[in-house]
Structures are given as C-alpha cells and as structure tokens.
C-alpha cells in the first residue's frame, strides 16, 4: 500500500490548494480527498442566547430595569431638541 499522508490545506480558488506543511513526495500527481473543516461552527439562536445569559449571570450582571431603559431613552429623545 502507497504512503499516506494527510495534512490541513487551504482552498485558494476552485482548482488551487496551499498545504499548510510540506509533505516528502517527488512532484507528480496524487489523489486528493477534501474535507470541509469548520472551525467554529455559529450556534443556533436559541444556543447562543442561553449560553450568553449564563456568561451574564456567572459575572454577576445585572440588566438594566425597564424604568431604566425609559428613562434612558427619554433623555436621549429630550437631546435631541437641544
């Protein structure tokens, strides 16, 4: 069986790849396999507001309270006119 070598690359366009490291092979024309890597997948909405109100909580915020954001949204509406 061939050696085998596998190693992370990037896409550059639809027909050019960069490796990341080299590999010890001879020029020459090999099988490529691609495999899409994500990294860092986005949660869905649901996930990443329950884990940001955990964060919230486990440092201690406190929202504001709705009189807060009124009065808040008042005084910036009253300098408006000024």
Sequence with gaps: M???FEVTAELTDDRHLTLD???QLPAGKVRVVVEPLVRNPKPDLETFF???????KARGHVPPTKEEVD???NAERDSWDS
């Design 50 to 56: 329950r884990e940001m109100h955990a964060r919230q």
């Design 2 to 4: 061939a050696q085998t």
């Design 21 to 23: 490291e080299p590999i």
């Design 71 to 73: 009065a808040y949204i």
